[in-house]
């Protein structure tokens, strides 16, 4: 399966059905996507003391991620170095060390072997315990989301992030609170690939107006008029399309952040207080998105709206399954009231009763499962919607496409997806960095519109 040019294809904007059935294909991807990328593990605001611990998921591995004495975090495999058994049970909480329930080993905050029972007596003072520690992974933080790594070959996260946080740091940061999650998450199993809710996240505007019609036309408001998709809207003018060097990208509907929240008067009245500031740090173009909505992806496997605010890990469950963890993404500094309203109604629309999400279960199980039939599964899948309309902007990093209901930020993920795949390490995914966009071709693309506009 490695290198071969059928399973995406970049130049007809196409991908083999199999990459959402094969399991050769999904063993790779443990391999060389989950365990070289940077995975989201949580929030500095889930375990905001020290001692305070979640359990969570880099793909099919189970982690703790622990908030240390000095303040910094560390994550470790939850699995004993004895004879396996999973360390810890609890979804979070608050602990110096510990303990594995068969033996009864004990494991330090940084996942250090500390004591095991019968230490003297019947091992004799013989044990090594320091070549014993829970298998460490990397953490690295970035404006308060904290992510690990299996790589130690893998670049930083700042890098890994690289001209997306331009992007990210106008609502991470935004006037200076910058955003946090509110837990505790909901969890569900959804018969699906990984991918298709990751592709849907970054960049399907298109199944908007169509697949949630009845859920828009009961909200009313700003993205009503999206319901049906009518022909006669002006999508270009309406919003933009981005993606960058390592799949990550977003859609945005202009003017539209709290669009799909009816009790909205907190958050609305928020954007409106701190935009300017916004602005002033960070220019027009940024404040355009800040008060935008936007469907995100960051590669691979984790996916936010902002402006409805619901924040969401799709851990991968074998080719044709996942586990979906969903939180609410708040403002730090807005008013507690604001922040339990933003989290009812983001659950309201996109938790596992969303009004809006419960739409889009069979959308993503289907696309996966009818390719349990081998004449079926022998196809192609398509992306090319808006190909040529896109290209690099004087003004915004990576590729921007030209309307928010477009398919530019399938083409960037998924080119990501193969040259991750095609790579025996990240030395050879470097030695990309200078060409990664050339598949993108029409160069000269926003030059030409904008000079058009002036
Ligand atoms: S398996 Fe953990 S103490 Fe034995
Ligand atoms: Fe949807």
């Known amino acids: ?61 189970k982690v703790i991620l622990s908030h240390q004495p000095d303040g910094s975090f560390r994550a470790f495999i939850n699995s004993c170095t004895h004879r396996g058994n999973q360390i810890c049970h609890a979804d979070s909480g608050n602990a110096k060390a ?29 044990l090594d315990k320091s070549r014993l520690a ?20 893998a670049p930083s996260l700042e890098e890994y992030l690289g001209e997306f946080r331009w992007y990210l740091d106008t609502i991470w940061e935004g006037a200076g609170g910058g955003l946090e999650l509110l837990g505790p998450p909901m969890k569900s199993i959804l018969a699906c690939n990984w991918k298709v809710p990751t592709e849907n996240f970054v960049g399907d505007g298109y199944h908007v107006g169509w ?5 828009l036309a009961g909200i009313g408001g700003e993205l009503a008029g999206l319901a049906g998709n009518r022909a006669d809207i002006p999508f270009e003018d309406l919003g933009l ?9 977003f859609g945005v509907i202009d003017n539209a952040a709290p669009a799909i929240h009816v009790k909205r008067e907190g958050w609305a009245k928020y954007l409106a207080e701190t935009r300017a500031e916004v602005g002033r740090k960070f220019g027009p173009e940024r404040e355009r998105l800040y008060v935008g909505h936007w469907n995100c992806s960051i590669f691979p496997s984790c996916s936010f ?4 605010n619901t924040f969401k890990v799709w851990h991968p469950r074998g080719p044709h399954e996942i586990e979906v963890w969903t939180y609410t993404m708040v403002p ?40 349990r039939g081998n004449i079926t599964r022998d196809g192609r899948m398509d992306s090319s919607m808006g190909a040529g309309f896109e290209g690099p902007h004087p003004v915004y990093p990576g590729i921007v496409g030209s ?45 030409d519109k904008l000079d058009a506009v002036e």
């Open 1 to 61: 399966m490695t290198g071969d040019p059928r399973l995406v294809d970049t130049i007809e904007s196409s991908q083999s059905r199999e990459i959402f059935w094969d399991k050769d294909v999904y063993d790779l991807e443990l391999e060389r996507i989950f365990g070289r990328a940077w995975l989201f593990l949580g929030h500095e605001s889930l375990l905001p003391k020290p001692g305070d611990f979640i359990t969570t998921y880099m793909a099919e591995d």
């Open 98 to 126: 510990f303990v594995c329930n068969y033996h009864g080993w004990v494991y330090g905050q940084d996942g250090s072997l500390v004591d095991v029972p019968l230490e003297s007596r019947c091992y004799h003072d013989q």
């Open 134 to 153: 829970a298998k460490p992974v990397r953490v690295e933080t970035y404006k308060g989301f904290i992510f690990g790594c299996g790589d130690a070959d």
């Open 211 to 215: 697949t949630h019609a009845g859920a």
């Open 241 to 249: 399309q981005f993606t960058t060097r390592h799949g990550h990208g």
């Open 305 to 308: 709206l902002y402006g409805t």
């Open 332 to 371: 730090r500094d807005a008013d507690p009231e604001t922040k339990s309203t933003i989290q009812r109604e983001a659950t309201r629309s996109f938790g596992t009763a969303g009004t809006l999400e419960s739409d889009d279960g069979e959308n993503m199980s289907s696309a996966t499962h009818v390719n």
């Open 403 to 447: 309307s928010f209901i477009g398919e530019t930020s399938h083409r960037g993920f998924y080119r990501f997806w193969k040259e991750m795949l095609d790579a025996p390490d990240w030395t050879a995914v470097k030695a990309n960095d200078n060409t990664w966009d050339s598949v993108f071709t029409n160069r000269e693309y926003w030059t």
